[in-house]
């Protein structure tokens, strides 16, 4: 099923029926808009619902049990409640770039469902640069996010804006690094060609098997860029309140949630397609509607991961973070990055046996990994010795 086919289809269809061309292209625009928002605000509720019911079972809680059976409506009536709540703007705000922000912040999510491959062709844009497209849309929720802090003249507002730039800008240069290794391996920057290429027998051909450090540095930046704990300073509570939306209610507020939902959504996605084998998996060659199921397994299951990892880990410093992703995460992305672009390229010149390169790969993903756990834990070793050192040597009276 090739949705560009289908529109065109469609498109056919009304032209047929004697509309003009121009109200015919409208026509199809706004349609397929609407069924991406309807889409995206269903799939937001249902992963309100499942979230909380994991974050409830994983911490001994209830979670949502009282609207509807197990809770299923309680999104529902908390989508409700907003709506009939006061849309307050503070009287010293700028009120253009105010009431931007949440649209802005929805906006780049929803363009990015456009090049997620769902099964082989069913994907709304089959362009050749979907990686890019994904790094430039992804992009766009930073902006957002520093339009709200600075509009709402607050100044927790804008140390959360603050740490907007500090730490999604950071924390894109990882995950734009470790994108790009799938790329060199399969030689397309087509979404849809990555899942292709990644072989269908039991999940053994997985970008994530070949390269696992390549993934776990991908989950962890993603939980960065998805302001999920124990990355979600943004927000922090205790320490700047609420962050950069801590003067928007009603909708306002419920956009700034919708987006952080969609948004994890679509990380899932990603790491699905680039690592997971997308919609491949078994018997998907004979029967190509089982990718749909595939992809939305793989997907969930890696929104589980982002849901358990919040529910279970505290927050880190600030300070903890930003020398991790420079510290750690930069130089490891930038040798995943060159190791595999060497690999590949010797792969291509010496005409290495079918096989080698997927072995090289892996072989030179688990040192890297191997490595940088071991200079992790001597640094931390370090640290904690210079810690104990200063706290059990008494200091000298000054005279």
Request: charged share 15%; glycine share 8%.
């Amino acid at each position: 099923m090739d949705l560009r086919a289908l529109g065109e289809s469609f498109i056919a269809w009304l032209e047929g029926l004697g509309i003009p061309h121009g109200w015919v292209l409208l026509i199809n625009w706004i349609l397929g808009a609407l069924i991406i928002l309807g889409i995206a605000l269903l799939l937001a509720l249902a992963l309100i619902w499942l979230e909380r019911k994991l974050a409830g079972r994983i911490q001994d809680r209830l979670g949502p049990n009282r609207v509807g059976p197990f809770g299923l409506i309680q999104p529902i009536a908390d989508a409700l409640k907003l709506l009939t709540k006061e849309d307050i703007t503070p009287a010293n705000a700028d009120r253009i770039t105010y009431n931007l922000a949440p649209i802005i912040a929805v906006f780049h999510v929803l363009m990015l469902f456009v090049v997620i491959p769902f099964a082989d062709k069913v994907v709304g844009a089959n362009i050749n640069v979907g990686i890019l497209y994904l790094m430039a849309f992804g992009s766009l929720g930073t902006m957002g996010m520093l339009m709200a802090g600075w509009a709402s003249r607050n100044k927790y507002a804008l140390l959360g804006g603050f740490r907007v730039v500090a730490q999604l800008m950071s924390y894109e240069i990882p995950i734009a690094l470790v994108m790009m290794i799938p790329v060199l391996l399969v030689g397309s920057m087509n979404l849809n060609e990555i899942a292709r290429g990644q072989g269908s027998l039991l999940g053994l051909g997985w970008n994530v098997w070949i390269m696992p450090a390549a993934f776990i540095l991908y989950l962890v930046a993603a939980l960065a860029e998805g302001e999920r704990a124990p990355f979600d300073l943004l927000e922090a509570e205790s320490e700047i309140v609420a962050g950069y939306n801590i003067e928007y209610s009603a909708m306002k507020f419920a956009w700034f949630y919708l987006a952080f939902f969609l948004n994890t959504w679509i990380l899932s996605a990603i790491a699905t397609t680039l690592f997971l084998g997308g919609w491949q998996g078994p018997f998907v060659d004979k029967m190509p509607a089982l990718g749909v199921v595939y992809f939305f397994a793989k997907t969930l299951f890696m929104f589980f991961v982002f849901a358990w990892i919040r529910a279970t880990f505290p927050r880190l410093r600030i300070d903890q973070m930003m020398a991790f992703c420079w510290k750690v995460l930069v130089p490891m992305a930038l040798t995943l990055l060159l190791g595999a672009a060497i690999i590949v390229k010797l792969g291509t010149q010496l005409s290495l046996p079918t096989g080698t390169v997927p072995i090289l790969m892996l072989v030179m993903n688990v040192v890297v990994l191997l490595a940088t756990l071991s200079l992790l834990g001597r640094y931390t070793r370090t640290l904690r010795a210079r810690q104990n050192k200063r706290l059990f040597t008494p200091e000298l009276p000054r005279l």
